[in-house]
């Protein structure tokens, strides 16, 4: 049989000067495609780099850490376990840079008095408006009684020890405060307590 498909000649010259006929069966399939104005290209493939992949996998890890702490993370009161009508005291509990006559105190919630124990003394309170004079002046500096002072208007009552008082300086080593409070309208009788300790060096 014979094939009717036109022939394409291709001239190439040589650098002898020489002119060679070159059959469309000897035309690479490239040139071939080109003459037919259809060219195809392989797909380029992108190479993912190593330091793409590593940096995705550092914030995946760092993502999910930071979930799981969230879910996890107490917040410091919760840590310390204070009661719902306890703002704050003061040392801190396990607190051991303490000195020898730091002030205790304790921050309680409206409506709440409260008393001291330390060290399985019971520490005397006195109320502060009774021990203002009636007739202070502003700026008039008051003695308070070496006892420990509830301030109702506050809802806080603190500690100093002090010559002459119940206790006058702790101690080198640990100490344990307890701290009974109630609500005023409900009276002692219904007291609960809270204890901590501290460390003084």
């Not at 190593?50 to 760092?62: D, H, R």
């Not at 308070?144 to 500690?159: C, E, M, V, W």
């Not at 405060?177 to 460390?199: C, H, M, Y």
């Amino acid at each position: 049989m014979c094939d009717d498909r036109p022939r394409h000649k291709v001239q190439n010259t040589s650098t002898a000067g020489q002119t060679v006929k070159v059959s469309e069966d000897q035309v690479p399939r490239e040139a071939s495609l080109e003459s037919e104005g259809t060219v195809t290209t392989p797909p380029v493939r992108r190479r993912l780099s190593i330091e793409m992949v590593l940096i995705s996998a550092g914030l995946a890890i760092g993502l999910m850490m930071v979930i799981l702490g969230l879910m996890s993370a107490t917040t410091g009161r919760d840590a310390l376990g204070y009661p719902d009508q306890i703002v704050s005291v003061s040392p801190a509990p396990n607190d051991r840079q303490v000195l020898s006559q730091t002030e205790i105190s304790v921050d309680l919630i409206d409506g709440y008095e409260a008393e001291l124990i330390l060290d399985g003394i019971e520490i005397p309170t006195t109320r502060l408006e009774d021990a203002a004079p009636q007739q202070a002046k502003p700026g008039q500096q008051i003695e308070l009684p070496k006892t420990a002072i509830y301030d109702q208007g506050n809802s806080l009552i603190r500690f100093e020890p002090t010559e002459g008082a119940a206790v006058e300086r702790y101690d080198v080593g640990v100490h344990q405060v307890t701290v009974n409070f109630w609500k005023i309208e409900d009276g002692r009788n219904a007291a609960r307590s809270f204890s901590w300790s501290f460390e003084v060096l």
